[in-house]
């Protein structure tokens, strides 16, 4: 990482986190975005408190969903599962079929408001990236490798954890990173059902025609995803520069 790209993450972090802990920092610019009467800082909750369980939420439904595609990769890249790949990659496909606010719609009268149907959406639409970026990580495993590996006498679940996922990871934290990001961003229409999200911002922002607000909500959230994009791609050269690529 250059200098000037740690300089620049460095502050975008530290305006993160000026943004969240003491908005009316920014009174006087965010002011240049409403008219006559209207407040410049959001004034109906802690931004502090949506930002936290913004990310609760998104952490959550994204944790569930590698769960579920990093174990689906497993399982049809061995022998006995070879055969479930079409239907592995029908149900990771799933998510990307309904957009996320279809997924709202039909979780609201079966799971109520809140937070579930917003997990239920952003779990869905992370399966597939992680899936096929799992999948292709472990399926270029070079096959001397693996032979190698049983030629030193390691059973398959060794081969696993000691050869294959290590030389998949870099291509799995790809996959993540893109869910990730897309999560980030798309868990801000949860507050549309009711979930605590910096939604609340930018939504209170769109009715009262307070730029300002939507300005707060959506800079937080844009500071988020660059950050935890960036945050995974040095992981991602990390692991490669662990396993010698």
């Known amino acids: 990482m250059s200098p000037l790209g740690l ?3 460095l502050a975008g972090l530290v305006l993160l986190v000026w943004l969240v802990v003491q908005p009316t920092a920014f009174a006087g610019l965010l002011a240049l975005f409403t008219r006559p009467g209207q407040p410049s800082v959001y004034n109906q909750g802690s931004l502090l408190a949506l930002t936290i369980s913004h990310l609760l939420i998104v ?8 769960l579920l595609a990093v174990g689906l990769a497993i399982f049809v890249t061995r022998p006995f599962g070879v055969d479930f790949l079409p239907v592995s990659r029908a149900l990771a496909n799933i998510g990307q079929t309904f957009p996320p606010v279809a997924v709202l719609a039909l979780c609201v009268p079966l799971l109520g408001f809140g937070t579930t149907p917003t997990l239920v959406a952003l779990f869905l639409y992370g399966l597939l990236p992680i899936f096929e970026n799992s999948l292709a990580g472990l399926s270029s495993v070079p096959p001397p490798v693996t ?3 049983k030629g030193m006498g390691m059973k398959p679940m060794q081969r696993l954890i000691g050869v294959e996922l290590p030389l998949s990871m870099p291509l799995m934290l790809a996959g993540l990173r893109l869910s990730t990001t897309i999560a980030l961003s798309t868990a801000a229409i949860g507050s549309t059902v009711a979930a605590p999200t910096l ?3 930018i939504i209170a922002g769109l009715q009262t025609g307070n730029t300002a607000f939507v300005v707060q909500g959506g800079v937080i959230v844009a500071l988020l995803a660059v950050l935890i994009h960036e ?5 991602e050269r990390s692991q490669r520069r662990r396993i010698g690529l």
């Open 59 to 66: 952490a959550s439904a994204i944790a569930a969903s590698a």
């Open 147 to 149: 032979e190698a590996a």
């Open 199 to 201: 939604g609340e911002v």
């Open 231 to 235: 945050g995974f791609v040095a992981l």
């Open 7 to 9: 300089v620049l993450r």
